[in-house]
């Protein structure tokens, strides 16, 4: 059974930085593809989910949503099994509820149609 838990999000003021953290179970990150999604607030469950970023397997590429192109880097940790999503020069517009999620792909995407897995959730909030 495949798990995966988000940890770190928080209350950040703009300009901010933050690194969320998101440990698997049940699947290797470094051998499917691995994408960071969120939600913004007023969306309802399953809806309203846009891609940020995501990974190939072994690290051999990378795709990033034109809004957080420059200011957030996805990268794994192998010996963890861990993904993780650093975001520098945060916004308002960057608070939503950000998901880990796992495909059977091996290139990455952004499309949430195309993981299987996803976490719970960590709460980003972007605000002076």
């Known amino acids: 059974e495949v798990q995966l838990v988000e940890s770190g999000g928080d209350l950040v003021e703009p300009g901010g930085s933050l690194t969320l953290s998101c440990i698997a179970s049940g699947v290797t990150v470094s051998d499917v593809a691995m994408s960071w999604l969120r939600r913004p607030p007023g969306s309802g469950p399953g809806s309203g989910r846009e891609?940020?970023?995501?990974?190939?397997?072994?690290?051999?590429?990378?795709l990033y949503a034109d809004s957080v192109k420059g200011r957030f880097t996805i990268f794994d940790e192998r010996a963890k099994n861990m993904l993780y999503l650093e975001m520098d020069n945060l916004k308002p517009e960057d608070s939503a509820m950000y998901y880990c999620?796992?495909?059977?792909?091996?290139?990455?995407?952004?499309?949430?149609?195309?993981?299987?897995?996803w976490g719970q959730g960590t709460q980003v909030t972007v605000s002076s």
């Open positions: 999620a796992s495909s059977g792909r091996v290139w990455p995407s952004l499309s949430p149609g195309d993981f299987t897995y």
């Open positions: 891609a940020v970023a995501s990974i190939s397997f072994d690290d051999l590429g990378t």
